[in-house]
């Protein structure tokens, strides 16, 4: 059951309760927040003997996706953050996450509100113009305000969970920018790196083409059989099918890359141009550094630290709240005599309310919170680890591509000398044509496995950088009000 107490007809008392309120305004109860504890993890395993060319603060210099050395992709990168809608959403959810905050605020101050308002009335009759009744006006203004002292920082602890949330809120955006980008550069990468496939392979297909006029002509003067002929169509034909796949597979890309700048595909093109297979040193900094630098960690930390503040919202229910109240006005039967001194009434008030049974729901609450606390902990946790996962996967990544970037080189060397070597003993007729098409599928496929090392070296890159955070820091948190 609520128990109240109005005071209006002295002021003492009022001002008493109001006093101790504000002395008691210190008592926040609840926890103090800890920032939970992660794996320390004193340097990362897959980073022995990593030395990186590249200055320690290169990501901190400006947009990370320069690195790469390429003016398109920093053209695009740019107009991710202005045009691509997933990170519009998240602007917009960040903006709505600072206006709760204000709102949250605003229940720290008093709250004024001007009423008025006038009646006609009539009593002692059947009707309003029977004989022994009175008709008589009232007329009313005030000027009143309430304020709710935050005695248990209940209103404090939802401006700090309010706070926290739009931190996290923040980190999302920041997530969601360094998403967005990632994944343009790994798109863009991969439409160069088809541009070069199908260099190769039209430079290909004309060797195919050589290849098919000399056992045509071969065969018309009787020197070679048939199926040589046929053999040398079957290999033009599924190289010139390989070439119409990257055609495809360009188109998607390109239509990817459209959707993340926020066009049309219809409306975006992007013409072929050389490929810049740069990769990137990176630096990786120490495991304690990551902490900071990923978006996704910095945001579940500051889910943790608002679910900390919803437990001492739960537990000041346990504490009677209090608030108090004012009013200033005027009351008259006249609008001419409303503003008079005499009409003047003013009140003061105090109301206390303490819930005396609600059959345990408080307490379960707070052990509610508690518990989503706890979830938010574990989540925390899980992200460092997943972060510390991803970052090992992608330095092991890095220095298994570079030695087979050389050997694949080693291999597409070796084959374009057997290729040119069997083609001349052809020619010569040492040996049978099915020998010629070994040597250049063999030969074909070793140059397209080196491009493809080099495409996954940078792809890698990209990955790694976004594993580290990007060129992202997070905010030191603001101090709770």
């Known amino acids: 059951m609520p128990l109240k107490t109005i005071v209006r007809s002295r002021v003492s008392p009022v001002w008493a309760a109001a006093l101790l309120a504000l002395a008691l305004g210190g008592c926040a109860v609840g926890p103090t927040y800890q920032r939970p504890a992660a794996p320390d993890v004193s340097s990362f395993k897959e980073a022995e003997g990593w030395a990186p060319a590249a200055p320690a603060d290169a990501l901190e210099r400006g947009p990370w996706w320069q690195l790469f050395g390429d003016p398109v992709l920093d053209e695009l990168a740019a107009r991710v953050e202005v045009s691509n809608q997933n990170v519009a959403a998240a602007v917009a959810s960040y903006a709505q996450a600072r206006t709760l905050v204000r709102e949250q605020r605003a229940a720290l101050f008093p709250t004024v509100s001007l009423d008025g308002g006038g009646t006609r009335s009539h009593s002692g009759g059947a009707s309003s113009g029977s004989a022994g009744g009175r008709t008589g006006n009232s007329y009313q203004i005030s000027l009143g305000g309430s304020w709710e002292p935050d005695v248990w920082g209940r209103l404090g602890r939802a401006v700090g969970s309010a706070s926290a949330s739009a931190q996290a809120s923040a980190a999302?955006?920041?997530?969601?920018?360094?998403?967005?980008?990632?994944?343009?550069?790994?798109?863009?990468?991969?439409?160069?790196?088809?541009?070069?496939?199908?260099?190769?392979?039209e430079s290909t297909l004309a060797g195919y083409q050589r290849s098919l006029e000399i056992t045509q002509n071969r065969y018309a003067v009787g020197v070679a059989p048939k199926t040589d002929v046929l053999q040398a169509q079957t290999q033009l034909a599924n190289a010139q099918a390989d070439a119409a796949g990257l055609a495809r597979q360009r188109a998607q890309l390109e239509h990817a890359i459209a959707v993340l700048v926020g066009q049309a595909p219809g409306n975006f093109t992007l013409a072929p141009a050389d490929w810049q297979p740069v990769v990137p040193d990176v630096p990786i900094g120490l495991p304690s550094a990551l902490l900071q630098r990923r978006p996704d960690i910095a945001g579940a930390e500051r889910r943790v630290a608002a679910a900390n503040e919803q437990i001492g919202i739960a537990r000041s229910a346990y504490y009677p709240s209090v608030s108090l109240s004012a009013s200033y006005g005027f009351s008259a039967s006249r609008v001419a005599d409303l503003f008079s001194a005499?009409?003047?009434?003013?009140?003061?008030?105090?109301?206390?309310?303490?819930?005396?049974?609600?059959?345990?729901?408080?307490?379960?609450?707070?052990?509610?919170?508690?518990?989503?606390?706890?979830q938010a902990v574990a989540r925390y946790r899980q992200t460092?680890?997943?972060?510390?996962?991803?970052?090992?996967?992608?330095?092991?990544?890095?220095?298994?591509?570079?030695?087979?970037?050389?050997?694949?080189?080693?291999?597409?060397?070796?084959?374009?000398?057997?290729?040119?070597?069997v083609l001349n003993r052809y020619r010569s007729g040492q040996v049978s044509y099915t020998e010629v098409i070994t040597a250049q599928a063999t030969a074909l496929s070793a140059r397209r496995a080196l491009v493809q090392a080099l495409a996954d070296r940078q792809s890698?890159?990209?990955?790694?950088?976004?594993?580290?955070?990007?060129?992202?820091?997070?905010?030191?948190?603001?101090?709770?009000?």
């Open 342 to 374: 005499s009409s003047s009434v003013w009140a003061m008030g105090l109301s206390a309310a303490q819930a005396l049974f609600n059959a345990g729901a408080t307490t379960a609450r707070v052990e509610g919170s508690q518990a989503a606390h706890a």
């Open 172 to 201: 999302d955006l920041a997530a969601a920018t360094l998403s967005a980008q990632g994944e343009l550069a790994s798109n863009y990468l991969s439409l160069r790196q088809t541009d070069a496939q199908k260099r190769l392979l």
């Open 460 to 481: 890698t890159a990209v990955a790694l950088i976004q594993s580290l955070g990007g060129g992202w820091q997070a905010a030191v948190p603001a101090p709770a009000p």
């Open 384 to 421: 460092v680890l997943a972060a510390f996962q991803d970052v090992e996967d992608q330095l092991a990544a890095t220095r298994v591509l570079l030695a087979q970037q050389a050997l694949r080189r080693q291999a597409s060397e070796a084959a374009d000398q057997v290729e040119q070597q």
